[in-house]
């Protein structure tokens, strides 16, 4: 199993912004769908956005608009912008690769009233 490393998290105010990254040595991570999902205490964890290996995007309709994930094939990266966060996007933030079913260990994110 592959352990993609996510950075990025830490603690905000409402309306602030984030900037979460995804990253993994390989081509495979390249070749594949990544997703976002965050769990937060007492919730189901969610899928948050997701891009395809062509770029093509999709995001859960709470983060429609402030969310926007992209990413930097030369580089293994791939983004997660956060703005106008809200203390409900409060959760642990994980990025996984489709591909190979791999999954970071997650980065905390706090947004406070």
């Known amino acids: 199993q592959v352990l993609l490393e996510e950075s990025g998290g830490g603690l905000v105010q409402a309306g602030g912004s984030l900037r979460l990254s995804c990253a993994a040595p390989g081509i495979f991570f390249r070749l594949s769908a990544v997703g976002w999902y965050r769990q937060a205490p007492g919730k189901q964890r969610e899928l948050v956005a997701r891009?395809?290996?062509?770029?093509?995007?999709s995001y859960v309709d709470s983060v429609k608009g402030r969310f926007t994930i992209s990413r930097d094939n030369a580089k293994n990266i791939v983004y997660l912008q956060m703005n106008g966060l809200k203390p409900e996007d409060t959760a642990v933030y994980y990025c996984?690769?489709?591909?190979?079913?791999?999954w970071g260990q997650g980065t905390q994110v706090t947004v406070s009233s």
């Open positions: 996984t690769e489709e591909l190979r079913n791999s």
């Open positions: 891009i395809s290996s062509g770029g093509s995007t």
